[in-house]
């Protein structure tokens, strides 16, 4: 499992030139990320390896005498690389390659109960030729199960300097400062181990040997709580259990904290609006800027709790038996169980799933999840499908015992997952035609207690870099929103002569917007949605849901003109279609509020969405991508779902 | 050991397709032995990817290697095999790479 959770803001990656380099190179759970996060503290940087979607992380550690940078490589079992996560270790190490610049000095991180298999890591990176230093981790775990090594021993036989660490060792980690220092005098070993894997097998037994290395035993409690936790029905059933509190958590515990959220900057909008005398202004800067900062803080509860949960999981190792359960189902879609936490994060918002694909191994995986969590209902699209569905079905209409409503907004639910396993499956297929698909293999690491400096780092990490990036796109788009909404401005003698009582604002608000740059922007797209059934004003509750699906609601309420905007249900149902051959016919027909539903399920209305996927990609092209598919995909689908209503009613 | 016990299946070439592979008789992998059973690897079959049984190497699953099957996923799901001192869990297409000795 790979802990690869690094705090650190954005921005791109770029140290003082002529500042001494050095790499940490270890696999997954050798506790690389946590030597990482000790020696950096909180002054990390992330970007991406140019032209992958390999998140690098780098930071600056204080040493003695002055600064150096630490570069935190992915995590890999080997030098011969099958993944763009390994490519990325493999060109990184090698000189020739200048795309990437090559760290002065190695350190490379083993667990040291597991020495047997990961010594084989070590051979091939001491074959890069770059001075190493060996940090052996797990030592109090090796005494605790029974092994033991003789430690200058180990450094004569391989050449290299050798230190063991256990966890939470501050001394060790003072002296590995120092040693940073004279990284560049750090010695090559003067006999390379053997490159022939076959030959590897003899070198890593005499080494073992020449270091008196015993191997410890296997974790008693790992293999009593495995006997439950990996059991076919026991533990499935305990993964049930554990994936509902988790799904309850960011539901129920999160929605106090984001009500918190929600009524602060209710509070400073109204504030802003009481005390800027401009109107315009002041609705500005409450609905536009105010309302936009806490249209993306109303996330954070839940981005918080998710990383809380899943560092926890990975820190304590539950993570690779929840994916163990997972695989087989999984598997049928071309994915591997860990990126069903992503897709079941994904059901409270998307954005947090999206970032927990950061835990998957291989970049390919990651892709196709992000391109398939945005299919997952997030809770978001719950206002909205509240909405239309009480306009599609009467509250009283039952099916057998189950209320018909309910049941619809199951179906929503059932074809969001059902799509997004789809899509992932569509997206493997189209990565895998470049190569075969990575094999698949975990390492079960023993149960370990969590370390708390893991999982906060993990949360603020998370929580730091979704604001930095998030606010920047969410604000733009917030404030265009409330300009094309809001202009031009109408004059009192224009909407006097035009009979618009000036004294009441609901109606002044609503010619405003009826004449506004939005509403042009509905008419203009109106071609292309008017074979779903949608009208200008439709269109513009479509083009404001992009800054927040469920700012739908709040918009159709503005364009009704109703007398509550959060329960336009009643205004709606009264809007006519203006002109064509259904004109005086309700504008909410079934087939329209059937395709408008289908619309949502499967349409990217959301900025946040977009930006995360910017942040997490490094681009603009996989956002471009999914936005695209997934509109073509909602438009086809709403066509066809119209058609289908529009024949059965 | 018993890793020449056979000839060794050239493995050399990376564009064989599965079908072209030299099938080896279930009985002969390990994702057949039960929960509990010991084995040592006598060779890792041809993969249609060269690199995943290069891989399987790097992971400690090589050719000698004592491995004991700590628990198998019911309906064909991934394995968890102790190697090297490490738990690891495989799907069974890559355990199936892993032919036992015949003792």
Redesign the interface.
């Known amino acids: 499992m790979a802990h690869e959770h690094h705090h650190g803001g954005g921005g791109t990656v770029a140290a003082a030139p002529g500042t001494r380099r050095v790499a940490l190179v270890g696999s997954p759970n050798s506790g690389k990320t946590t030597l990482f996060n000790a020696l950096t503290g909180l002054r990390a940087k992330t970007g991406n390896y140019p032209g992958v979607t390999v998140g690098r992380y780098e930071g600056v550690a204080r040493t003695p005498t002055g600064h150096v940078v630490v570069e935190d490589l992915p995590g890999t079992?080997?030098l011969?690389p099958?993944s763009p996560d390994e490519v990325v270790v493999l060109e990184t190490l090698d000189p020739a390659h200048a795309d990437i610049e090559t760290p002065q000095a190695l350190l490379v991180l083993l667990?040291s109960?597991?020495?047997?298999?990961s010594l084989?890591?070590l051979a091939q990176v001491l074959h890069q030729g770059l001075p190493s230093r060996l940090v052996l981790t797990f030592g109090d775990e090796l005494t605790a199960r029974g092994g033991s090594l003789d430690l200058p021993a180990l450094v004569r036989a391989l050449g290299i300097a050798v230190d063991l660490v256990t966890s939470g060792d501050r001394r060790a980690l003072t002296g590995l400062r120092a040693e940073l220092d004279v990284a560049d005098q750090w010695p090559t070993p003067t006999v390379l181990p053997p490159q022939d894997?076959?030959q590897v097998?003899g070198w890593i037994e005499s080494v073992l040997s020449a270091a008196s290395y015993r191997?410890?035993r296997?974790d008693g409690p790992t293999r009593r709580i495995?006997s439950v936790l990996?059991h076919?029905v026991a533990g499935a059933l305990v993964f049930f259990v554990v994936m509902f509190a988790f799904f309850q958590v960011i539901f129920t515990v999160a929605a106090p904290l984001q009500g918190w959220v929600e009524s602060l900057f209710g509070w400073l909008g109204g504030a802003a609006a009481d005390h800027i005398a401009n109107p315009w202004l002041g609705s500005f800067v409450s609905q536009a800027l105010i309302g936009g900062v806490g249209g993306v803080l109303v996330f954070l509860p839940q981005i918080a709790l998710l990383f809380l949960m899943i560092s926890l999981m990975e820190s304590v190792g539950y993570m690779?038996r929840a994916?163990?359960?997972m695989?087989?189902v999984m598997?049928r879609f071309g994915l591997e169980g860990r990126a069903f936490v992503s897709l079941l994060s994904s059901m409270a918002c998307a954005i947090p799933g999206i970032m927990a694909t950061r835990t998957l191994p291989s970049a390919r995986d990651r892709l196709s999840t992000m391109m398939a969590a945005p299919l997952m209902t997030c809770s978001a699209r719950l206002p909205v499908y509240v909405l239309l569905i009480s306009m599609l079905v009467p509250a009283q209409t039952r099916v057998g015992p189950f209320g018909l409503q309910g049941l619809v907004m199951f179906g929503l639910y059932l074809l969001g997952a059902v799509s997004a396993l789809l899509a992932a499956a569509v997206f493997q297929k189209i990565g895998n035609r470049s190569g075969?698909g990575l094999?698949?293999?975990?390492?079960?690491?023993p149960y370990r207690m969590p370390s708390a400096r893991y999982v906060l780092v993990a949360v603020w990490d998370a929580c730091k870099g979704f604001l930095r990036k998030v606010t920047h796109i969410i604000l733009v788009v917030t404030i265009l929103l409330f300009l094309l909404l809001n202009l031009p401005t109408q004059s009192v003698s224009t909407m006097r002569s035009a009979g618009v009582d000036v004294q009441d604002p609901v109606a002044t608000s609503s010619y405003v917007l009826e004449h506004s740059y939005a509403a042009a922007v509905g008419r203009a797209v109106e071609p292309v949605f008017t074979p779903l059934g949608f009208d200008w004003r439709i269109n513009v509750g479509v083009v404001s849901s992009l800054a927040a699906r469920e700012v739908f609601v709040a918009t159709m309420g503005q364009v009704a003109a109703a007398q509550n905007p959060d329960d336009p249900h009643q205004a709606l149902a009264a809007m006519r279609v203006e002109h064509g051959p259904d004109a005086g016919q309700p504008l909410f027909s079934p087939p329209t509020v059937a395709a408008l539903l289908v619309f949502f399920v499967y349409a990217l209305q959301c900025m946040s969405t977009v930006g995360v996927l910017r942040r997490e990609t490094g681009g603009w092209r996989w956002p471009a991508i999914a936005f695209g598919y997934m509109f073509t995909l909602a438009w086809v689908m709403a066509f066809l779902v119209r058609s289908v209503v529009a024949v059965w009613t | 050991m018993s890793l020449l016990s056979r000839p060794a299946s050239s493995s050399t070439t990376g564009t064989r397709t599965v079908d072209s592979l030299p099938a080896p008789a279930d009985a002969r992998t390990c994702c057949h032995l039960p929960e509990g059973a010991s084995f040592v690897i006598a060779q890792i079959a041809a993969h249609p990817d060269e690199r995943v049984r290069r891989r399987l190497i790097d992971l400690g699953l090589r050719p000698g290697a004592l491995v004991e099957v700590i628990r198998r996923a019911p309906l064909g799901g991934p394995l968890v095999l102790r190697v090297a001192d490490y738990d690891i869990a495989l799907r069974r297409s890559e355990a199936s790479c892993l032919l036992v000795s015949e003792s």
């Open positions: 079992y080997s011969d099958i667990d109960t597991t020495l047997r298999r084989a890591l894997p076959d097998t191997a410890p296997p495995d990996l076919p690779s994916a163990f359960i695989d087989r598997s075969s094999p698949f293999y975990m390492e079960m690491p």
